[in-house]
Nanobody
C-alpha cells in the first residue's frame, strides 16, 4: 500500500489549497482516511477524517474552513482548505490504517 500526498505549497492568509492523497493497492472507498498535520516543534495532530461510508469528522480548529471528499475513479481523497491561517502551517499527512504518506508542506504567510 502506498499513499501519495500532494498539493501543498505557499499561500497567503485567507487563501486556499487542495491537498490530494492518492492510494495504491487499497481502495479509498473501502476504509476510512485521516489527515494529520505536524507543525515545527509540535506533536502530530488529527485534522480530519472521512469514514468508509463518507461520514466526516473535523478538528475544532478547522471546522467551517476545511472539507473532505473522495474520487473513487482516481482512488484519491482530498482535503480542501479555505481561509488558511498562519497556524495552519505544517506538514500534512494522509493515513489509512497503518499506512502513511510522506507528507506535503503547507505554509501560510502573512
Amino acid at each position: 500500500v502506498q499513499l501519495q500526498a500532494s498539493g501543498g505549497g505557499l499561500v497567503q492568509i485567507g487563501g486556499s489549497l487542495r491537498l490530494s492523497c492518492a492510494a495504491s493497492e487499497i481502495n479509498v472507498s473501502s476504509t476510512s482516511m485521516t489527515w494529520y498535520r505536524q507543525a515545527p516543534g509540535k506533536e502530530r495532530e488529527l485534522v480530519a477524517r472521512i469514514s468508509q461510508r463518507g461520514g466526516t469528522y473535523f478538528a475544532d480548529f478547522v471546522k467551517g474552513r476545511f472539507t473532505l471528499s473522495r474520487d473513487i475513479a482516481k482512488n484519491s481523497a482530498f482535503l480542501q482548505m479555505h481561509m488558511l491561517e498562519p497556524e495552519d502551517t505544517a506538514v500534512y499527512y494522509c493515513n489509512i490504517q497503518e499506512y502513511w504518506g510522506k507528507g506535503t508542506q503547507v505554509t501560510v504567510s502573512s
